[in-house]
Nanobody, 126 residues
Framework: QVQLAESGGGSVQAGGSLQLSCLVSGSTQTNYPYCLGWFRQAPGRVREGVAT???????MYRDSVRGRFTVSRDDQKRTLYLHINDLKPEDTAKYFCATHSWRRCNWSIMSDFTEWGQGTQVTVSS
């Protein structure tokens, strides 16, 4: 079973940058996840998809973050990344990485994602 562990969150001022990481463990090289995604949940709001990346790699982004968020993966290091530029107070949320076993990969189909990390908190002050 795949385990995911996020890190890299913190408190930053608006306009700053952060890089989140997600360590992927528990899989072999032959069944390493094809699809990895980032999601976030702000206080009092539902969890939402942010970005996904396949092993091809092919990326998809939520419209509201495209241009500021960059998702990448280093499968040799078993790590998924999310680099966030020009942070805004509305980016304040707990950020989660997730994966599943299917060959499709779309952040907007959250029900596909079956394995989740515990999340890392990002707080942006104005």
């Amino acid at each position: 079973q795949v385990q995911l562990a996020e890190s890299g969150g913190g408190s930053v001022q608006a306009g700053g940058s952060l890089q989140l990481s997600c360590l992927v463990s528990g899989s072999t090289q032959t069944n390493y996840p094809y699809c990895l995604g980032w999601f976030r949940q702000a206080p009092g709001r539902v969890r939402e998809g942010v970005a996904t990346i396949t092993s091809d790699p092919r990326t998809m982004y939520r419209d509201s973050v495209r241009g500021r968020f960059t998702v990448s993966r280093d499968d040799q290091k078993r790590t998924l990344y999310l680099h966030i530029n020009d942070l805004k107070p509305e980016d304040t949320a707990k950020y989660f990485c997730a994966t599943h076993s299917w060959r499709r990969c779309n952040w907007s189909i959250m029900s596909d994602f079956t394995e989740w990390g515990q999340g890392t908190q990002v707080t942006v002050s104005s």
